[in-house]
Structures are given as structure tokens and as C-alpha cells.
């Protein structure tokens, strides 16, 4: 299986802040990374997928990058409502895998 | 839009065997993979498995052995079945479209004697 790591596991921010999110694969993934949203009592939500297409009705503050094993997600301009936890996943091999989470909350 | 929904005991025995069922409406059944997808508390996603509408489905290698997943096209329908739980079952259990499009909102399935 393709294992996922993502760093930090948390952070806190203000709002307003940039924040940069990370995550590696053990092994190259052609861009087929995944980004979800989860917050406490809810089913996670997809932010990104294809490592940059935004999903619909994303906010465009949102934005994915990377390539081989190394990919990141950047919320400019934090809002109160991203406070969450996020979750990077690789579709490229038949098992799915998720990272750990990077949890986001306020400073 | 598509809508996912889980259903099922909440609580299940150990030793037994857990069944979830996933309904699905406002997508077409035969155009997307089906995937089970569940969270143990405080813990990671784990994905389980996925099914196509013809029926091939694609497993998690550490669940091979205990998880059956199967489709019902006529009834927009796809199905859990995992064997001999154990307390590291306990979990809540998602469904979910191709690798996590759109997600049910959980069930929360506890192994409990």
C-alpha cells in the first residue's frame, strides 16, 4: 500500500492567515491526490482532487499544488468557518489511502 | 444532487457479523465506483473497499478476509458485510461516491457485548 504522511499534524492560526498544509506519499502518485475538510460530528467534505481542481463550490481561497510524492494545500486569507481538520488521500492505486490529518484551529 | 445514507445496527456483537446498507439517490448507479470508508474514534480514515455496478469490487488487503461488499442496481443500493468483529471494529462508517465525492453522514457502529 501507498502510506501517506501529512505535516504539521496541527497548527494554529488566526484569521486572516495563510496557511500551508503538507503531504507526502511513500511512493509517486501521478497527481492523484485528494483533499477533505472534516470538522467535529461530520462526514468529511472534498475540497480539491487531481491535486489542484477545485471542487464545486469550494471557495476559490483554497488551492492545491505538487507533483510525485510531495503535494500541498494552501488556504490563503484563513476564515472562521476552516477551522477543521484536513485529510490528504492518493486514488492512483487500487487501495485507497488517507494521511493522518493536519488539525487547524484558532491561536 | 446525489444523496448517500447508511443504515444499520448500531451496536453488533463480538464475534458476529456487521451489515451496513448505503442508499443512494439523485446519480446515476452505473456511471461511479461505490466506496466504504470508516474512522475509528480519534483515529484515521480507513478505506475498505469499493464496488462498480457490475459487481467488481476492490478490497482494503488488511479487511480481504472478513469484508464482502455487493450491489443491488435495482434497488440503488450497495452493502457492508464484515465478519468476527472485534472492539477494533468500532467505528463510524461511511459511504461514499468514487474515492469520497460525496459522503453519507456516518454510522456509528459499536462492537459490544
Known amino acids: 500500500d501507498i502510506q501517506m504522511t501529512q505535516s504539521p499534524s496541527s497548527l494554529s492560526a488566526s484569521v486572516g492567515d495563510r496557511v500551508t498544509l503538507t503531504c507526502r506519499a511513500s511512493?509517486?502518485?501521478?497527481?492523484?491526490l485528494a483533499w477533505y475538510q472534516q470538522k467535529p460530528g461530520k462526514a468529511p467534505k472534498l475540497l480539491l482532487y487531481a491535486t489542484s481542481r477545485l471542487e464545486s463550490g469550494v471557495p476559490s481561497r483554497f488551492s492545491g499544488s505538487g507533483s510525485g510524492t510531495h503535494y500541498t494545500l494552501t488556504i490563503t486569507s484563513l476564515q472562521p468557518e476552516d477551522f477543521a481538520t484536513y485529510y490528504c488521500q492518493q486514488y492512483y492505486h487500487t487501495v485507497l489511502t488517507f494521511g493522518p490529518g493536519t488539525t487547524v484551529d484558532i491561536k | 444532487q446525489v444523496q448517500l445514507q447508511e443504515s444499520g445496527p448500531g451496536l453488533v456483537k463480538p464475534s458476529e457479523t456487521l451489515s451496513l446498507t448505503c442508499t443512494v439517490s439523485?446519480?446515476?448507479?452505473?456511471?461511479?465506483?461505490w466506496s466504504w470508508i470508516r474512522q475509528s474514534p480519534g483515529k484515521e480514515l480507513a478505506w475498505i473497499g469499493n464496488i462498480y455496478y457490475t459487481g467488481t469490487t476492490n478490497y482494503n488487503p488488511s479487511l480481504k478476509s472478513r469484508v464482502t461488499i455487493s450491489i443491488d442496481v435495482s434497488k440503488n443500493q450497495f452493502s457492508l458485510t464484515l465478519s468476527s468483529v472485534t472492539a477494533a471494529d468500532t467505528a463510524v462508517y461511511y459511504c461514499?461516491?468514487?474515492?469520497?465525492?460525496?459522503w453519507g453522514q456516518g454510522i456509528v457502529v459499536t462492537v459490544s457485548s
Open positions: 511512493q509517486g502518485i501521478r497527481d492523484s
Open positions: 461514499a461516491r468514487d474515492m469520497g465525492a460525496t
Open positions: 439523485g446519480a446515476s448507479f452505473s456511471a461511479y465506483h
